[in-house]
């Protein structure tokens, strides 16, 4: 039995998935290695055919996202801990065992996650707290960014922390986590109604519930390259669709129809005046932020309108 099974979702990032798959081959545990491509065309196929046969390799006929091809491997592995690890992640050496020496040392921890780094070395926050109405309010309203210090106001993204100490957070992110498979098994494995947004925090949540400690190591690092999906996706107004579903999808199940309702209220009262803001200010600055930002903002409004419009209830 392998001590790690390493599940790798894939979607044209062939030259990436190269370079996680060569520091994954760079640890010195026994591990079984899951890609599930997601109907590459870049030759993300064909590299692992020919160069990582010692790769099990699901192939999907369109692109799946990202909870139900990871379920797919997950149900196949074999190894005590299950690796969680995006494509556009790499191992850094001693990682994986500094992970697994952490599980093996505290029985009463669920996941852990290492510290992520940009290529630069600059350290990328990689865990966050649950979110809440309460968390919700305080983002639409800026004041976790008005007070990015204050563990009250800034509670969801965490602003305050500085990623360098070992410490228990209420969620890790999933670009690189390691988690307890039979544990898995047990509080279930992820939402794929979750398909693109939230499925890992409704994970750490549901193995909160269950009484599992979620723990942050800077101890392990990975280097994560990050966002190169979601740019990528970010001009497709399907894709603000499918992520919003996912958001309202999370807080009904957790929070009940009520909690939802005034959710998508925040949503309306606070992104109003982000497109007018960041409309103006497209004006004097046609820098990639401001654009990007006000895209965002309108994208996110034109969506919002028309699930009013049409009078879906998530």
């Known amino acids: ?12 990032r062939r030259e990436m998935l190269r370079e996680c798959l060569n520091s994954v081959d760079q640890n010195d545990l026994t591990t079984e290695v899951f890609v599930v491509d997601n109907a590459s065309s870049d030759g993300s196929v064909e590299m692992l055919e020919s160069e ?13 996202r990202f909870a139900k091809p990871n379920n797919d491997a997950i149900r196949l592995a074999t190894g005590r801990y ?5 494509n556009d992640a790499a191992l850094c050496r001693g990682a994986l065992r500094a992970l697994v020496s952490y599980l093996d040392a505290h029985t009463d921890v669920g996941m852990v996650g290492p510290q992520l780094l940009n290529r630069d070395g600059s350290i990328q926050p990689s865990c966050h707290g649950f979110v809440s109405l309460r968390t919700h309010f305080f983002d639409m309203f800026l004041m976790d960014r008005l007070f990015p210090k ?18 228990e957070v209420d969620h890790v992110m999933a670009a690189a986590v390691l988690v ?16 693109v947004y939230f499925n890992d925090l409704d994970l750490s949540y549901r193995f909160s519930k269950a ?9 392990a690092r990975v280097v994560h390259h990050g966002g190169h999906t979601a740019k990528s996706m970010m001009r497709e107004i399907q894709f603000f669709r499918e992520q919003y579903n996912n958001i309202f999808h999370y807080y009904r199940k957790h929070y009940g129809k009520r909690v939802l309702g ?16 960041w409309s103006l200010i497209s004006i004097f600055s046609k820098s990639e932020r401001t654009l990007s930002m006000k895209m965002f903002a309108a994208r996110t409004l034109q969506v919002l309108i028309g699930w009013s419009g049409s009078g879906r209830r998530g």
């Open 52 to 64: 990582y046969r010692w790769v099990h390799l699901l192939r999907n006929r369109a692109n799946e």
């Open 211 to 219: 009484g599992w400690k979620r723990v942050f190591l800077p101890d």
């Open 82 to 86: 299950i690796l969680l690890l995006n």
């Open 262 to 277: 005034l959710y998508k209220v925040l949503l309306f009262a606070g992104f109003i005046p982000r497109v007018a803001i």
């Open 150 to 167: 204050s563990k009250f106001f800034a509670s969801a993204p965490m602003t305050y922390f500085d990623h360098t100490g070992e410490l």
């Open 180 to 195: 307890r498979r039979d544990i898995m098994q047990q509080v279930g494995l992820f939402d794929e109604q979750l398909s």
């Open 1 to 12: 039995m392998p001590e790690v099974s390493v599940v790798i979702v894939n979607h044209n």
